[in-house]
């Protein structure tokens, strides 16, 4: 089984600009997560998609992150203008919830550094 | 709101001995719980999780949790490291299962553990 495609791998922008990560999921996981990971900390959920709709976007800085799930499989995640705090490794994650199965799968991430 | 505390930022431990990593958590509902391992420039791997049932978990790769919910902690455990563990390590908490959609991951800092040859 295919696991969480994240690109790209790694990015490096300047303060102000713009980037765009993108996540396709596991074939049929219905629940996508956005995690930014900063250097020595753990993973911050930033949304939660189910299907393609916003299940919580409570710690995503709406002024400057956006995220979407169109038809409920890829997502992609942009920051527009970055800041330098931004910085971090992005991580994609999908699951398919049920009783017995409780697992999440994530991407390799993708590390964005801001100059 | 659920929290998960890990109370070593590292730990170093001389390889073929045994190592403890330890997590606890709060929250005001019934948990399930994680241990993730993540290699460098790696995503996160899941390495065990609790459910429900009995409280030692037995994952990959060797290692072993216990959750003790008087305590409120999930200590991770390996009789016997190996160069090969060197890793940062994850504790997490989501509530138990209320339907599709429901789960929600929080992590601690991590733990970097570190195997000395």
């Known amino acids: 089984e295919a696991g969480v495609a994240q690109s790209p791998r790694y990015k490096i922008i300047e303060k102000r600009q713009s980037v765009a990560f993108w996540c396709n999921p596991i074939s049929g996981h219905a629940t996508l997560y956005w995690y930014q990971q900063i250097l020595g900390q753990g993973p911050k959920l930033l949304i939660q998609f189910q299907n393609n709709g916003v299940v919580d976007d409570s710690q995503l800085p709406k002024d400057r992150f956006s995220a979407e799930r169109l038809k409920g499989v890829d997502s992609t995640l942009k920051i527009q203008p970055a800041k330098l705090e931004d910085s971090a490794v992005y991580l994609c994650?999908?699951?398919?919830?049920?009783?017995?199965?409780?697992?999440?799968?994530f991407g390799q991430g993708t590390r964005l550094t801001v100059v | 709101a659920q929290s998960v505390t890990q109370l070593d930022s590292q730990v170093p431990v001389f390889e073929e001995a045994p190592v403890e990593l330890r997590c606890n958590y709060s929250s005001s509902v019934s948990v399930y719980l994680f241990w993730y391992v993540q290699y460098p420039n790696q995503g996160l791997q899941l390495l065990l999780k609790?459910?429900?049932?009995?409280?030692l978990v037995k994952g990959i790769n060797g290692f072993e949790a216990e959750f003790n919910k008087s305590q409120t902690s999930f200590h991770l455990r390996k009789p016997s490291v190996h160069i090969s563990d060197t890793a940062e390590y994850f504790c997490a908490v989501s509530d138990s299962y209320s339907g599709a959609g429901s789960y929600q991951l929080t992590f601690g800092k991590g733990t970097k553990l570190s195997v000395i040859p």
């Open positions: 609790y459910l429900s049932g009995s409280t």
């Open positions: 994650a999908s699951s398919f919830w049920t009783r017995t199965n409780t697992e999440a799968f």
